[in-house]
């Protein structure tokens, strides 16, 4: 999935891949991650963020790294997707 705007996602393309919908993840805020960060998240760690409910964090061209969910001061990486062989 690729996001073509910042914060609020208005418009993605899926490439087909992953069981979750347009109709799951467009209402979600986005959080954009460093390099780094965008590359520990994809390897299953959780980064030290706060937020509450859920978000979509993107690498920083804008793919979808992760869909997170924090609550309590707990985040839990709902779905990761891997590092593309595009990067």
């Known amino acids: ?3 073509h ?3 609020r996602v ?3 393309e ?3 891949e992953g069981d979750l919908g347009a109709d799951e993840v467009l209402p979600y805020p986005a959080i954009a991650l460093d390099a780094d960060t965008a590359r520990r ?5 959780r980064p030290q963020l706060r937020f509450e409910g859920r978000a979509l964090l993107l690498d920083p061209a804008g793919r979808l790294a ?3 969910e924090a609550a309590d001061g707990r985040l839990q990486l709902l779905r990761v997707w891997p590092e ?3 990067d």
């Open 84 to 86: 593309s062989s595009e």
């Open 1 to 3: 999935m690729r996001v």
């Open 10 to 12: 208005l418009h993605t």
């Open 66 to 68: 992760a869909v997170a």
């Open 41 to 45: 998240v994809r390897q299953g760690q």
């Open 5 to 7: 705007e910042a914060g």
């Open 14 to 16: 899926f490439d087909g």
